[in-house]
Nanobody, 124 residues
Framework: QVQLVESGGGLVQAGGSLRLSCAAS????????MGWFRQAPGKERECAAA????????YYADYVKGRFTISRDNAKNTVYLQMNSLKPEDTAVYYC?????????????????WGQGTQVTVSS
């Protein structure tokens, strides 16, 4: 079992930055691929970024490339999402997820554990 707790969400103006953190408890965090998903009202949950546990390979959705950076610190059992140049369309609940897949998957069903989510609101 892995428990995930997100933090770092909040209200920010367009063009601003936020850093989300996801603290994991449980065994073998270093052997889980980690993902950051987001869900806006009325929309499906989508993967913004993911990072593999095997080689640190990453995935970024096209709409966050160049603005968001995912990283992990296995010593601290924590994964981060640095979000820069935020836009109003980035407003969503952001969820951290852990999966046993080998690669930086962007598929919802390949993740086994989920956090409770943290709200990010970007004002124009």
């Amino acid at each position: 079992q892995v428990q995930l707790v997100e933090s770092g969400g909040g209200l920010v103006q367009a063009g601003g930055s936020l850093r989300l953190s996801c603290a994991a408890s449980g065994r073998t965090f270093s052997q889980y691929t980690m993902g950051w998903f987001r869900q806006a009202p009325g929309k499906e949950r989508e993967c913004a970024a993911a990072i593999s546990w095997i080689n640190g390979g990453t995935y970024y959705a096209d709409y966050v490339k160049g603005r968001f950076t995912i990283s992990r610190d296995n010593a601290k059992n924590t994964v981060y999402l640095q979000m820069n140049s935020l836009k109003p369309e980035d407003t969503a609940v952001y969820y951290c997820a852990a999966g046993s897949t080998y690669y930086s998957s962007n598929y919802y069903h390949e993740y086994d554990y989920w956090g409770q989510g943290t709200q990010v609101t970007v004002s124009s």
